[in-house]
């Protein structure tokens, strides 16, 4: 059963939802005024002198092609927003404007930050106010792949949150550089024209595929509750428009190669909601960084797979020369304008598709082959839940049965600083869960049972009825918010605050 946006526009009163939802976060900027200075905050900088960078936030149009133009809040009024190049280590002062009514947020995500300026509301970051400003400074790390985004709840708004077009990466500049390549290019997928749906298409391209059956039963009984209740499929959202930087597949200017080149992608899923996967025919990617952090053992891949918010660098090598496609092995994603031209100095003709061989995407392909690790200090089990279609026809998730409330945003997690902690995330759902940490890079310590160590995250993919561990030190003081990074999952409950004293 699938129901359409504009079926949906005209039972629900979207007018309504919308002014709501702004409500809601206007109200959580008037308590943060009044919240004592959050633990972890660093010394507010001068206002005196020019910023090293400025963001305006807005609402714009972006020519996704010509028949494709779309309206939605952007960073300096382009989509993606402007690479930020900086370098570790070297204090950055940022200017952040927000011309548009409602109260944003921007997260530096992947960053080792303070609370006051990692942009997250949860954490005690003030907003940056409707038509006014923020300046913050900030010391960046870890180097690598990073990238900023907003950090607002959309609910039933689809023009907030990830859902519109904030979204900029960054990269910063390690103190040595590393792998050899002639050349970076960044990527940012991202799809445009969110709507409500009631159609999911299921995933399966994770490995190790075993599932724990007591998570699987789980699910069922909560499904079966719903049923009973007689409440519908949950929504999903769904998009109209799929794009590479801010371009349709054929609508941008191709990647121009030569043969022998070695071009390092810097390929980032900025999606609110959805998996993506890339691929390249005739071409290999060779994976040596995910998500910005160097991988122990690089590998050669066929395709990519990336989760919301999910980076993977890899370099490839042009030795096919003609004119490719390379896009999303989803074959409508990819006629929806989910690709790019790659296109060999001196070839022309019609861009070729070929569809690769099934592959099923492991990142112990990419892990140290040693898989012994020290015990953590502490073991935190996180088991995941949900309600479905609970609030309004959308699925409401808990972690240990514990829904995250955005008006008390109380921390379900002690830390104590510096020690070892072991998260074993438990999925009684059937979604995949691409579940984020702020302020820290973990370690995938197992994944669906086996050992595995050496691949550093700040989000991994958590498989349906599977269960994953991750290590990481408690070493940032105060509040560090962890969430699954699609927007649908976040803003009902799958959410909660480890507080480190
Ligand atoms: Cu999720």
């Known amino acids: 059963m699938t129901l359409g946006r504009r079926d949906l526009f005209l039972a629900g009163g979207a007018m309504a939802l919308t002014a709501g939802a702004s409500a809601l976060v206007r109200a959580q900027t008037m308590d943060m005024n009044h919240a004592p200075a959050a633990a972890g905050a660093a010394q507010p900088p001068s206002l005196a002198g020019a910023a090293d960078h400025t963001i305006r936030i807005g609402t714009g149009l972006v020519e996704l092609g010509p028949d494709a133009i779309v309206s939605t809040k952007t960073y300096n009024g382009q989509f993606p927003g402007p690479l ?14 927000n011309d548009t009514d409602t109260p944003e947020q921007l997260h530096w995500h992947g960053q080792f930050l303070p609370v006051d300026v990692d942009g997250a509301a949860e954490e005690g970051t003030p907003f940056i106010p409707p038509h006014g400003m923020r300046r913050i400074a900030f010391t960046p790390g870890p180097a690598g792949f990073r990238f900023y985004h907003t950090h607002t709840r959309a609910g039933r708004d689809l023009s907030l949150g990830l859902y519109s077009g904030q979204v900029g990466p960054v990269y910063i500049e390690p103190r040595h550089e590393r792998g050899a390549y002639d050349r970076e290019v960044f990527l940012v997928l991202k799809e445009f024209g969110p709507y409500f749906s009631r159609t999911e298409m299921a995933l399966d391209f994770l490995d190790p595929k075993a599932i724990v059956p007591a998570l699987h039963a789980a699910s069922q ?20 428009f799929f794009s590479i930087n801010g371009r349709m597949l054929g609508q941008g200017e191709p990647i121009r190669v030569k043969a022998g080149e070695r071009v390092l992608f810097h390929v980032l ?24 952090n160097p991988v122990p053992m690089p590998a050669e891949v066929p395709v990519l797979w990336l989760g919301t918010a999910e980076r993977v660098s890899a370099i490839v090598e042009m030795k096919r020369p003609g004119v490719w496609v390379m896009g999303d092995t989803i074959d409508d994603d990819r006629r929806l304008g989910m690709g790019i031209i790659v296109e060999y100095a001196g070839q022309k003709g019609k861009p070729v598709w070929r569809k690769p061989l099934p592959f099923r995407w492991d990142y112990r392909r990419f892990a140290r082959p040693d898989t012994h690790m020290p015990p953590p200090d502490e073991m935190i089990v996180m088991t995941i ?31 104590a600083r510096g020690r070892r902690y072991r998260l074993q995330f438990r999925n009684a759902t059937d979604d995949i869960h691409p579940v984020h940490l702020h302020r820290h890079t973990f370690e995938l310590t197992s994944i669906a049972g086996q050992p595995t160590a050496g691949v550093m995250k700040d989000v991994a993919m958590l498989g349906a009825f599977q269960e994953m561990t991750v290590d990481f030190t408690a070493d940032q003081p105060g509040l560090s918010l962890f969430h699954c990074h699609m927007q649908p999952h976040m803003d009902y409950g799958f959410m909660a605050l480890f507080d480190c004293a």
């Open 269 to 292: 899923n900025a999606s609110a909601s959805e998996i993506r996967s890339l691929a390249l025919p005739g071409h290999v990617f060779r994976v040596v960084a995910l998500d910005g």
């Open 84 to 97: 930020l190049r900086l370098t570790e280590g070297r204090r950055v002062v940022v200017d952040i404007y």
């Open 221 to 240: 009984t909560a499904q079966l509750a719903a049923i009973k209740q007689g409440l519908p499929q949950a929504y999903n959202v769904a998009y109209d």
């Open 385 to 415: 839940a949900a309600r479905n279609a609970a609030d309004h026809g959308f699925d409401v998730f808990t972690i240990n049965g514990v829904s995250f409330d955005m008006d008390k945003m109380t921390a379900q997690f002690r830390l």
